[in-house]
């Protein structure tokens, strides 16, 4: 009966709904609206499949090559992972190792505390200010290391390349993680910034800006000291996380820039005129670098909303949680998919 007592207990993540049916529009989940690059569909449908007996390559070598390659690093500079949620729990669990809290903004991926909660590390919040942006101010305070996503989430808000190295370089006892899930939707990213800064590690994913949220890719880019210590961690925990179809169209995904600039440029485009449409009816939100949109409406509760736009089978993002609950987190979708959801929102508002 006395097992309970020595269980690591967590409250766990909530993830954004995948509803089964299928003729819904989806823009809870930051996915991108488009298909993958055309290079990954004609490599799946030529994959071999007998190779799939054995265990992928430990060492994730032609996705991290195709990634060094890109982003003008060496292979020493990348680790790779399942999404970046394990680069990152693998991230927390390998640097954030003090007796010190770590420091995270209050409104934020709502993954930070679970990990911090399942890896027993202490952490502090650091509210943002009331315009939504970061207080870098207070990320200048003691603390056992930092995490922020740039852009943030879920309010899109870019911080300046400035604002970021002034916060490493306050913290050059720690290390500073940037997560920018975000970052291939306008802003600027700081991957340049880890040669002249030990201590930083950025972190980017596959899931939204490169269309496959399905295959679990995530990596980041940090001094050879940093990667060496996450792949310490990682072969101490499981070698072959990543399944050889993931290494294999990853790389040929980063390959193909052509496509991955069009369906970034698309959805930047979308989001501008999305922008402009939520404006006219009445909502306000923080200016998005993000594929999203974090609006509230000057007198609708966005409950309510939430709760309408369900019934006609369009999916935004809500929580019911303190500082953001009266405002909806909205994915850019297609032209066409965003254009229903105006319409939807007009008959809603005009009927009010
Ligand atoms: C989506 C997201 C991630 C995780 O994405 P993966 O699918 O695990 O790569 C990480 N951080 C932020 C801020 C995100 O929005």
Redesign the pocket.
């Known amino acids: 009966m006395n097992w309970e007592n020595n269980v690591r207990k967590v409250v766990p993540y909530v993830a954004g709904e995948q509803p089964k049916q299928k003729d819904v529009i989806k823009l809870n989940t ?1 996915e991108c609206p488009y298909p993958p690059a055309p290079a990954v569909e004609k490599a799946l449908k030529e994959i071999d499949f007998d190779s799939f007996r054995l265990y992928p390559d430990p060492d994730t070598t032609s996705i991290t090559e195709a990634l060094a390659k890109y982003y003008n690093v060496s292979t020493k500079n990348v680790f790779v992972g399942v ?3 394990d680069v ?1 729990s693998m991230a927390f669990l390998t640097f954030f190792n003090s007796d010190k809290p770590i420091l995270f903004p209050d409104v934020t ?1 709502s993954f930070y505390d679970v990990w911090a909660d399942l890896y027993r590390i202490p952490y502090k919040t650091v509210p943002l200010k009331d315009d939504w942006s970061i207080d870098k101010e207070g990320f200048k305070q003691e603390n056992g290391g930092v995490i922020f ?1 740039n852009p943030n ?1 879920p309010t899109g808000l870019f911080e300046d390349v400035s604002t970021v190295e002034e916060i490493v370089s306050a913290n050059p006892d720690v290390v500073v993680i940037v ?1 920018e ?2 970052i291939d939707f306008g802003g600027e990213s700081v991957i340049p910034l880890t040669s002249k800064y030990d201590n930083l590690l950025v972190v980017q ?1 596959f ?2 800006s490169r269309a496959m ?1 399905g295959m ?1 890719i ?1 990596f980041c880019i940090g001094n050879e000291k940093l990667i060496g210590y996450l792949n310490d961690a990682k072969f101490s925990f499981n070698s072959y996380t990543m399944n050889r179809p993931a290494q294999e169209l990853g790389a040929l995904a980063v390959l193909d820039d052509a496509y991955f600039k069009d369906i970034t440029g698309r959805i930047v485009k979308t989001r501008e005129w999305v922008k402009i449409e939520l404006k006219r009816l009445g909502f306000t939100f923080p200016d998005s670098k993000a594929n999203f949109i974090f609006a509230s409406h000057k007198s609708i509760p966005a409950k309510d909303i939430y709760t309408y736009l369900r019934t006609r089978n369009i999916f935004v993002r809500y929580w019911d949680k303190a500082r953001i609950n009266n405002s909806l987190r909205i994915t850019i979708g297609t032209d066409e998919q965003m254009k229903t959801l105006i319409g939807a929102l007009e008959e809603y508002i005009g009927d009010k």
Do not use: E, Q
């Open positions: 930051n999404g970046s949620d990152l991926y996503p989430a997560d899930a975000y994913t899931s939204k949220a679990r995530g």
